[in-house]
């Protein structure tokens, strides 16, 4: 006599079992031969059996949701239906992807001199690599390309430490700290290609320029007691101050919008479509939530047009929501773990889908962050790896060799700060384009990067760049080195 297994039916005819969701409707009414013998005592025994088995298998799913397995991200993408658990499944697999990241690459900039980097900036060429612009603290202006990593080219001599360095296609930009007001500006033009301009403003009360923000070629600069907006570095020397009433740490662009962080806490909104008189005034935002907090802030950055995202020196690293930014609302979002005491310069990227934040403590780790549901990212794997240095944990730029251990980029303390962090992102993809928006994971997330491309720089997926001493690193998140 055939045993009735859960889940699955006996089909006299064909003499075997399938799964009950296949039964014809005609079946849908009979007994297995089995059930047909059971007795009303056995049913209470079964439905208890079935209870305990549902109990043990949602104990094994918060287990598996706990530990930050992939099995059980994938296992419910397939039977997902719905597009908004589609879509937070595969931010989760994301998630558990970029925290296990190991996989990256170093550069030396100078090393002749070994001076320590202080700004850099990142763009995608059209052949695929990546071309970088870097300052060091001394005031040396370098270029870097990853089809040559070994070799990077001083451009320039700028007197003082390079605060701040902007790169887009259309214009270089780098900012000098300096008592003086300098902007060196190198237009990527055909015709001016390679040929750098120094701007500069004869007037003593700008100086100490801490840090600047491109938008094309729009430029705007964060000084002692303003900001400055400089509509078009390449064609014209126009610009104009913004009246802060304190030394302004970081500055963010819009296309219509300026925001400023300064060091007293205080918090700006300047609107470009307004008269010159009227841009000056600019207004405040969030109430002075930091003016009294004896916290300055160090970063500023708006997300999905309405989120802003602030950090201060207090270690405070929030998101506020713009709709209510002329009322002291409470943050919608705040990420806890975040370590600052007093820097003023630590790195903080986000990546180009909006849904990862990356930010650097003050004892020279990193942590990550979903920008989704605020949440720390952790690593599913066991915290008691041996650990190893960071300076001894990357291929050599110029050997292909693998890594003697398995690092995990957010769990090692880096040789210096990191002052700067930024995220890349492209496609390669075979048999469809790049980009295209079918979501698929596996072709999305399989990194892209062959045995060339190694020392290129090309392929597929989000990279992370950071400056920390005088060397750049470059991590392919989603990706683990290998150990032989």
Known sequence: MPRDLPGLYWDETKQRYFPLSSRPASQSTQHTPHSSTSTREEQP????????????????????????????????????????????????????NIISSSRGISFDVDTATYNEISSFAVMTEPDGSYSSIIGDQSGWLYTLNTNTPNISTRQMYLGSDVASVGLN????????????????????????????????????????????????????????NRAILLPDVVHTAKFQFLPT??????????????????????????????????????????????????????????????????????????????????????????????????????????????????????DRTLCAWSLRTGSRLLSPLPHNTPSVSATTTFESSSSRDPPPHLPRLFEEQFPADILGLQVTESYQCSGTESGSGNGDIRERWRGGIDETDDLNGKGGGMCLWMASGFKMYRYWLGQRALTL
């Open 245 to 362: 009433g304190s030394d302004v740490l970081t500055v963010h662009q819009l296309p219509r919008l300026i925001y400023t962080g300064s060091r007293n806490g205080s918090i700006k909104c300047f609107d470009k479509r307004l008269s010159a008189q009227a841009v000056m005034k600019g207004q405040d935002i969030l109430c002075g939530k930091y003016l009294n907090s004896n916290s300055s802030i160090t970063h500023l950055n708006v997300i999905n047009d309405w989120e802003l995202l602030v950090a201060t020196t207090r270690g405070d690293l929030e998101m506020f929501d713009l709709r209510y930014a002329s009322t002291k609302s409470d943050p919608v979002m705040s990420f806890e773990g975040h370590q600052n005491s007093y820097k003023l310069k630590l790195g903080l990227a986000i990546s180009p889908c909006n849904s990862i934040l990356f930010a650097a403590n003050d």
């Open 169 to 224: 296609s259309q214009v270089r930009i780098a900012v000098p700290f300096g008592p003086s007001f300098e902007v060196a500006v190198q237009p990527l033009s055909a015709t001016e290609l390679g040929v750098w301009h120094i701007l500069r403003i004869m007037d003593k009360s700008c100086h100490d320029i801490r840090s600047s923000n491109l938008l094309g070629t729009s430029l705007v600069l964060g000084a002692a």
């Open 45 to 96: 025994r079964k439905k208890r059996q079935k209870i305990t088995d549902s109990s043990e298998e949602s104990d094994f799913i918060s287990t598996a949701i706990h530990q930050g397995t992939l099995w059980y991200s994938l296992e419910r993408l397939k039977t997902s239906s719905r597009y908004t658990d589609r879509s937070r499944i595969v931010h989760q697999y994301e998630c558990q």
